[in-house]
Nanobody, 121 residues
Framework: QVQVVESGGGSAQPGALLRLSCAAS????????MNWYRQTPGGQREWVAG???????KYADSVKGRFTISGDKDKNTVQLQMNNLRPEDTAVYYC???????????????WGQGTQVTVSS
């Protein structure tokens, strides 16, 4: 129903920056939440940053001051600007989009396949 695709991942040195992008497509009536998560091999998927209609823009403590999330609901896109990258930022980053379907009027929550971010010297 709703497809989500991430892009922009890659390798970077500590202190460098990367910009991730996420685009959603399909039968979308409206978007109410746009969030980024990350997961290391064998680890839990953790929330990184998000934009919601109820709480606005929020960040995990581990990335606050370094990462910036921005979105364009008219274009169904969200970005994550990652500055001053650290080795512990290495993970697969996933985009999650929540909203209402145009076909049924019901809610949806869709995930992308993820994009790899590797921070090392």
């Amino acid at each position: 129903q709703v497809q989500v695709v991430e892009s922009g991942g890659g390798s970077a040195q500590p202190g460098a920056l990367l910009r991730l992008s996420c685009a959603a497509s399909g039968s979308i009536f409206s978007i109410v939440g746009m969030n980024w998560y990350r997961q290391t091999p064998g680890g839990q998927r953790e929330w990184v940053a998000g934009i919601t209609t109820t709480s606005g823009t929020k960040y995990a403590d581990s990335v606050k001051g370094r990462f910036t999330i921005s979105g364009d609901k008219d274009k169904n896109t969200v970005q994550l600007q990652m500055n001053n990258l650290r080795p512990e930022d290495t993970a697969v980053y996933y985009c999650n989009i929540q909203g209402m379907l145009a076909t049924t009027g019901g809610p949806f929550s869709s995930w992308g396949q993820g994009t790899q971010v590797t921070v090392s010297s």
